[in-house]
Nanobody
C-alpha cells in the first residue's frame, strides 16, 4: 500500500533552516508528482510546493525564494529545504501524492519557528 513518511521537523529560530524529507513506498515514485502542504493551528491546510515527475517545481507565493522542493528517485524521497524561516511558517508539514486517482497523505512533521 502507499505510504508516505515525513521527517525532519523541529524547533528552529527565525532566520534558520530545516530540511524535511518524505520517504515514499507502495507506488512508482519516479513517475508521480509529489507535493508538500502545511497546516497551521486554526487554519486550513495549504499548498506549499509541488514537483512533477520531470522535476518542474511550483511554490506558494509565501515561500517562493525561501523554500526549495526536490526529489531523489533512487531513494524514493522528496525533500523540502526551508531557509529564512519565519514564525508564520510554523505548521505541521505534510507530504502528498495522488496514485490511481486516490490522494495519499503522510502523518506530518511539526515545524515550529520561534521569534
Amino acid at each position: 500500500q502507499v505510504q508516505l513518511v515525513e521527517s525532519g521537523g523541529g524547533l528552529v529560530q527565525a532566520g534558520g533552516s530545516l530540511r524535511l524529507s518524505c520517504a515514499a513506498s507502495g507506488f512508482i515514485f519516479s513517475i508521480n508528482a509529489m507535493g508538500w502542504f502545511r497546516q497551521a493551528p486554526g487554519k486550513q491546510r495549504e499548498l506549499v510546493a509541488t514537483i512533477t515527475n520531470g522535476g518542474t517545481t511550483d511554490y506558494a507565493d509565501s515561500v517562493s525564494g525561501r523554500f526549495t522542493i526536490s526529489r531523489d528517485n533512487a531513494k524514493n524521497t522528496v525533500y523540502l529545504q526551508m531557509n529564512s524561516l519565519k514564525p508564520e511558517d510554523t505548521a505541521v508539514y505534510y507530504c502528498k501524492t495522488t496514485w490511481r486517482a486516490m490522494n495519499y497523505w503522510g502523518k506530518g512533521t511539526l515545524v515550529t519557528v520561534s521569534e
